[in-house]
């Protein structure tokens, strides 16, 4: 039975996880519904003896939460809904034990008809099933996309390499590299433009590499004199590791390199910054009582002294909780939808803290008082680092979801992010059309030199 039916279950979806839930709740039901159709076909059977007694009579069935089997299975479904959206040609093929058409995109994957994965190549590798055995997937399905954007999430907004490589574990989207481009863009812009609004006047990007799409944006940037690319094709010259737990993942240099681009960043700059803020590319530390990081230094400097780290609490805003008060509208500009990637100014509610630990910070930081820096925290400089309360400033992250099963009351909304949208909005407006990302709006310009005149 087909528990999906028609592509309206995707429509406002955003998260993958959360349509997967969705079907798992739909399977649910499906079950209850036929456990109640059995039970009434036993009714029958046994009227004469239970008519008289109602409590006889009432179903067994409980309502009972989701568990990790009901999960898998509703990712199961899923997944071959769009395999029969995408791929009906090739299925019926398979069916008929025939091979596919050589015409096929998936003809070289010699595919097997167990959901729809990618056939014999790796058999004798000792590689899990699903990294075997991909479902494979079309990178022009709905479904693909999710899935493509909750990696991009979980992995830190990390490159396209990583973010194939992660794919590959599990899943194989033919031409999956021109679907992963279209997600890095979006999520860069507004960061970027979110630190002009903060007062920056320079971002550094350590660069491994990166598509085509991204270098438009990098050199549109570069163009301006707002940011400095440094090549840093280290993993190209070293076994570096790939995750940030050296046990989990070994290698020569830890994590991409980033604590080396960290230290090199802070010399480089040394003596051309007053202050660098070293944080990711979903990370932005928003002052709570003042505007920009420059009317916030001075404030910090004036209580704790100079020359000292100041540290931001990690406050995480899971990208699986959307929407606002209804009084605040109008997040994204006209043509966002068409870029794929996050909008910062949906996601507005944070996971409750733990009150017994600073969470994860990063730090803003004179360089000249710092000998050895890390990714949060400095074990050598000159007068060490204090914590900054977060209703002066805190650390916007938006991310995939740390707690995980935390219902939309348990979360709480901050909507200090909104107090920039008139700003940005446009600004990010500018700078994809500059960039070659989105098209102007013929109408739009057109209305804009009518009012002019």
Known sequence: ????????????????????????????????????????????????????????????????????????????????????????????????????????????????????????????????????????????????????????????????????????????????????????????????EMLRLLGVTKVVVYKTSCNAHTQKVLDYYESTGFMDVIAWPLSSRLNVSRGWQPAVSPGQLHYYGQVAALNDCMYRYMYLSRYIGLHDIDEIIIPQAVDSWKDLMPLLEQTHKVDRGYMFENFVFPISIFGAPPTHAGHQGKGWPQVEGVNILDHLYYEPLDTQSFHNFKILVNPRAVRITSVHGLPDSAHGCVRVPSDVARMHHTRAPVKTGLKPEELTFDGRLLDYRDRLVPAVNAVLEKSGLLQPDPISNHEHLTLGD
């Open 1 to 192: 039975m087909n528990v999906i039916g028609r592509n309206n279950l995707f429509k406002g979806k955003k998260a993958f996880k959360m349509i997967q839930r969705s079907v798992a709740w739909i399977l649910k039901l499906k079950e209850t519904l036929w456990q109640l159709k059995e039970e009434r076909k036993e009714f029958s059977r046994t009227i004469n003896q239970t008519e008289k007694d109602p409590e006889k009579q009432r179903t067994t069935t409980e309502n009972k939460p989701l568990n990790l089997d009901d999960l898998v299975t509703a990712e199961s479904e899923i997944i071959q809904f769009s395999q029969r959206l995408q791929f009906r040609e090739e299925i019926k093929a398979l069916q008929k034990s025939k091979q596919v058409s050589r015409n096929s995109q998936l003809f070289k994957l010699d595919p097997i008809l167990q959901d729809l994965r990618v056939g014999q190549r790796l058999n004798k590798s000792a590689m899990p099933e699903n990294a075997k055995h991909q479902a494979i997937l079309s990178k022009h399905s709905k479904v693909a996309t999710l899935i493509l954007r909750d990696i991009h999430q979980i992995t830190g907004h990390c490159g396209r390499s990583y973010v194939l490589a992660q794919l590959r574990c599990k899943y194989w989207i033919p031409q999956a590299n021109s679907a992963i481009r279209r997600l890095i863009n979006k999520c860069l812009i507004q960061s970027m």
